[in-house]
């Protein structure tokens, strides 16, 4: 029988009524499948609370392998409640849902049991009315108000509306639209969240420059021509007669009764030590930011004012409320509430003196919104304080949806080295405070301190963000997993949202391997200046990589796994659209995209540079795909949009890039890896070869693709058993000999760690003790190492983590590959003119079948600017 247990701690000093939660929840394979009746159960008062569970991937035999968990709760002060959701004994008739939607031709009408909600179909408003019994909280329809850098008002319509979903817990309806600006670049994307019985409801709002940048040069700076100003962003409510207005600033402020209808709370800045930081510059290279903190204006004579605010208001009406709640509210500054004559503007881009907002081409921004319509202006307690469920560690191992998740925990020698980026000096959240990793561009993301390495003492640190490098997302969803600890939750969401909306290039308008496409860390060792989160910025001259000064996406930066699983356990659908998009961007790279003029470009590049090489008597590689990083984020890419889509078309996709890529037969001595600068990210290629066996095996698809990839992979760790040492063996000849090349030793540790599974009883023995020792090396070198807590050592360390945990001989599993086999692989690739002219023709007749006058003079104009 299915039992699985969770807790949900109410950690702060308040009752928190109907808090919903969503709940990614795994199950072991043939467990259970969409017919199974669940229910929740509260063990403590053995009472059955009203949940609903949907699917979100499947095993290959059909049973759920992650399921959302949707259920709403009321918890006292401090309180700890013991839950279990389990399979019921008998089959239970089919509910229906409290919610009832009604789709008239001009708006639809959600009837939650508790309010009675009116949302327009052509203008985002997003309420015409929110009847709570016979009173409407609104005076008349509500609005959203973009102002454009020139004051102008840009109506938001609507293109598309749609129910998602109705269940026993909540509704959830999407609605995309466009804003009426001169391009017609500007869209948004809102999502309003329902809840049975209840008057509260959310909203995501996302705006979204849709066009493409100019990026000369290949430098991505602000004041980009096709950048969007505006002045404002707001929500207004026109409210309906109301008594009182109350307001708590902050958690632990006290309720504040403001007796004005015209009021102004602002959070200008993020109120921290260094606020006026150089991350805040303009397209005009300088600081805007002129106040510290917030203030609060009740008739325009100052009333309040400090440093972070986090307000939660209530407007007592005549027979209701109203509450409203902004997440992130000082973090994502500037942010205001504001109140006149009648009119709550809930400022999700304030009108502020002398600031244009600067949406970029391709960037977007999602705020979150909750309104609540009940009497109680304690309804909201829950939004400013999220309750965190656990589900304990024992049941994600059981289930084995991470990889290389041992059953029990195994002491560690990594894991307090990787302690300290929540709990020490050097935390990720304190290291936002060094250079102002706020706004609601900036939050979120990480601040890249190693970049700073080789500044003189003394000197200002430079503006370096890291842009998921190494999939951080992934790295602090693995801990959280790992330890419980709810700081890597909140860490992991953070940088997923800003990733999901700042670090992918959300647009179709520009060259095909740049659109969809993600951007990579700041420039090494340089300051960002005004690139915000783009690489590349026109105030540098140089560049860490000699000769280059520009560029855009490219394959080497390509991290999905961490919003794949940010998909799993939070429900959060950008997360799993950004995968799908990462790797349809990455078959554009690969493939060359559709077209003639895309397929010479294509062949120009790589056959035809290699044929005329092969001419001039030079080796070259025989291997479509380098044996590199980029290849191994491809392989990645595809596997996850293939787990969290199903489509095998992703698999297949794979199943022709590894034979394009190594052969277990390769004489690995020509191949360089020698080279430490420009072949060390083989190992990342490996390591992705590794994880395609594990999906097979999962599928249970032990067919000659699998067998090719396993052998091709213990060839080459066979190879790394004889001849890798450590890169500070050879430090001569590293072009920036620093602790990231003792913390990129995990990926070797992991290598041997993994063929240990795939080998015999004495190679299993060869691959542990070498594992062993490069373990026990990047122990003793980072414990005591100053660089210890580096953004990048440590995300290396968070992103590989877990297959080392296993190089124990008595321990060590037997995988499907040791059983004997019959497929034959031929000998590798060898290079030839004749095969070089064949492909060459054979693009080029692909090219020419996908030709269109339109996409040809599309992809010309692209290229000529």
């Known amino acids: 029988m299915l039992k699985v247990p969770f807790t949900i701690d109410n950690l702060d000093n308040c009752i928190k009524t109907q808090e919903p939660f969503h709940l990614g929840v795994p199950f072991p394979k043939s467990h259970i499948n969409q017919s199974s009746n669940t229910i929740l159960v509260d063990t403590d008062n053995q009472r059955v609370i009203t949940a609903n569970l949907e699917p979100l991937a499947n095993w290959p035999d059909g049973s759920i392998k992650w399921g959302m968990l949707s259920f709403c709760l009321d918890s006292a002060a401090k309180e700890s409640t013991r839950l279990e959701?389990?399979?019921?004994?008998?089959?239970?008739?089919?509910?229906?849902?409290?919610?009832?939607?009604?789709?008239?031709s001009d708006h639809l009408e959600v009837n939650t049991g508790a309010a009675c909600f009116n949302i327009n179909k052509h203008t985002f408003a997003p309420f015409t009315q929110v009847l709570v019994g016979k009173t409407n909280t609104l005076r008349q329809t509500a609005q959203l108000r973009l102002l454009s850098s020139g004051e102008q008002p840009l109506p938001a319509h609507i293109t598309d509306i749609e129910i998602q979903d109705i269940n026993l817990v909540s509704c959830n309806i999407a609605i995309n639209g466009y804003f009426n600006a001169p391009d017609g670049d500007i869209k948004f994307i809102a999502t309003l969240w329902f809840y049975a019985n209840s008057a509260t409801t959310k909203i995501d709002f996302t705006i979204w420059n849709t066009g493409a940048a100019k990026h000369p040069?290949?430098?991505?700076?602000?004041?980009?021509?096709?950048?969007?100003?505006?002045?404002?962003?707001?929500?207004?409510l026109p409210l309906a007669k109301y008594q009182t207005t109350q307001l708590k600033t902050h958690q632990k402020a006290t309720w504040q009764e403001i007796n004005s209808e015209n009021f102004t709370l602002l959070q200008s800045s993020s109120g921290g030590q260094n606020w006026q930081s150089a991350i805040h510059k303009d397209s005009s290279n300088h600081i805007s930011i002129s106040e510290h903190g917030y203030y609060l204006k009740v008739d325009g004579t100052l009333f309040d004012q400090g440093s972070r605010s986090s307000p939660l208001l209530n407007i007592l009406q005549n027979n209701t409320s109203m509450?409203?709640?902004?997440?992130?509210?000082?973090?994502?500054?500037?942010?205001?509430?504001?109140?006149?004559?009648?009119?709550?503007?809930?400022?999700?881009?304030?009108?502020?003196?002398?600031?244009?907002?600067?949406?970029?081409?391709?960037?977007?921004k999602t705020h979150t919104i909750h309104l609540d319509f009940s009497e109680s202006r304690e309804a909201l307690n829950w939004a400013r304080s999220k309750s965190t469920p656990i589900i304990p560690r024992q049941w994600y191992a059981q289930c084995d949806v991470f990889p290389s998740m041992t059953k029990s925990i195994?002491?560690?020698?990594?894991?307090?080295?990787?302690?300290?980026?929540?709990?020490?000096?050097?935390?990720?959240?304190?290291k936002r405070?060094?250079?102002?990793?706020?706004?609601?561009?900036?939050?979120?993301?990480?601040?890249?301190?190693?970049?700073?390495?080789?500044?003189?003492?003394?000197?200002?640190?430079?503006?370096?963000?890291?842009?998921?490098?190494?999939?951080?997302?992934y790295g602090f969803a693995r801990q959280y997993i790992e330890t419980g600890d709810t700081r890597w939750l909140e860490l992991m969401d953070d940088l997923a949202k800003h990733v999901c909306d700042i670090d992918?290039?959300?647009?179709?308008?520009?060259?095909?391997?740049?659109?969809?496409?993600?951007?990579?860390?700041?420039?090494?060792?340089?300051?960002?200046?005004?690139?915000?989160?783009?690489?590349?910025?026109?105030?540098?001259?140089?560049?860490?990589?000699p000769g280059q000064t520009g560029?855009?996406?490219?394959?080497?930066?390509?991290?999905?796994t961490g919003l794949m699983y940010h998909f799993f356990m939070t429900g959060y659908k950008p997360s799993k659209e950004a995968v799908l998009k990462l790797a349809n961007w990455m078959i554009h790279i690969h493939d060359g995209g559709q077209g003639l003029l895309a397929s010479i470009n294509s062949t120009k590049n790589r056959e035809l540079k290699k044929l005329i090489n092969l001419a001039k008597g030079q080796e070259i590689n025989p291997?479509?795909?380098?044996?590199?990083?980029?290849?191994g984020n491809y392989i990645n890419v595809l596997l996850d949009a293939f787990l969290v889509s199903n489509d095998v078309m992703h698999i297949r996709r794979i199943e022709t890039i590894i034979p394009n890529t190594l052969h277990p037969f390769d004489d690995i001595n020509k191949r360089n890896l020698g080279d430490i600068e420009e072949t060390w990210s083989y190992t990342i290629l490996l390591q992705s070869l590794a994880r395609f066996a594990q999906v097979k095996e999962e599928l249970n698809s032990l067919d000659k693709h699998y067998y090719y990839a396993c052998s091709a992979f213990c060839h080459y760790a066979e190879w790394m058993l004889a001849h890798e040492q450590t890169y500070f063996s050879r430090v001569d000849i590293l072009e920036f000999p620093n602790h990231t090349w003792v913390a990129q030793e995990i990926r070797k540790l992991n290598i041997f760690s993994i063929a240990a599974q795939y080998s015999d009883k004495h190679m299993q023995q060869r691959f542990n003790e070498r594992a062993n020792e490069f373990r026990e090396y990047i122990t003793k070198t980072l414990e005591n190492s100053p660089e210890k807590h580096y953004t990048r050592i440590q995300v290396i360390l968070l992103q590989n983590y877990g297959p080392h945990l296993r190089c124990n001989n008595d321990k060590t599993e037997t995988k499907p590959f040791m059983q004997k086999h019959n497929y034959e692989f031929g000998q590798p690739q060898k290079p030839s003119i004749l095969n070089l002219i064949k492909l060459i023709a054979k693009r080029l007749v692909k090219g020419l079948s996908q030709f269109s006058w339109q996409q040809e003079k599309h992809w010309l104009r692209k290229r000529l600017g």
Request: aromatic share 16%; net charge negative.
């Open 504 to 545: 992918i290039y959300h647009t179709t308008h520009d060259k095909i391997e740049f659109n969809g496409g993600m951007f990579w860390h700041t420039d090494h060792y340089l300051d960002a200046h005004t690139c915000t989160h783009r690489t590349f910025s026109k105030y540098n001259s140089t560049s860490s990589t």
């Open 433 to 473: 405070e060094i250079i102002d990793e706020y706004g609601w561009r900036n939050f979120g993301d990480l601040y890249a301190d190693h970049e700073n390495y080789y500044q003189k003492p003394g000197e200002q640190p430079f503006v370096s963000h890291y842009n998921n490098q190494y999939d951080a997302v």
């Open 623 to 631: 291997y479509h795909f380098p044996l590199s990083r980029g290849t």
């Open 323 to 364: 509450s409203i709640y902004v997440e992130n509210f000082w973090q994502n500054f500037p942010k205001g509430l504001k109140l006149s004559d009648g009119d709550l503007h809930l400022q999700l881009f304030p009108r502020v003196e002398k600031i244009d907002y600067e949406l970029q081409p391709g960037e977007r």
């Open 217 to 236: 040069g290949g430098c991505w700076d602000l004041g980009d021509p096709g950048s969007f100003l505006f002045d404002e962003l707001a929500l207004i």
């Open 410 to 430: 195994i002491n560690d020698s990594l894991r307090p080295i990787i302690h300290t980026s929540i709990d020490s000096k050097q935390s990720f959240f304190n």
């Open 85 to 104: 959701l389990q399979e019921a004994s008998s089959s239970t008739s089919p509910q229906s849902s409290p919610i009832k939607v009604h789709d008239y």
């Open 551 to 560: 560029g855009g996406p490219a394959s080497e930066h390509c991290y999905s």
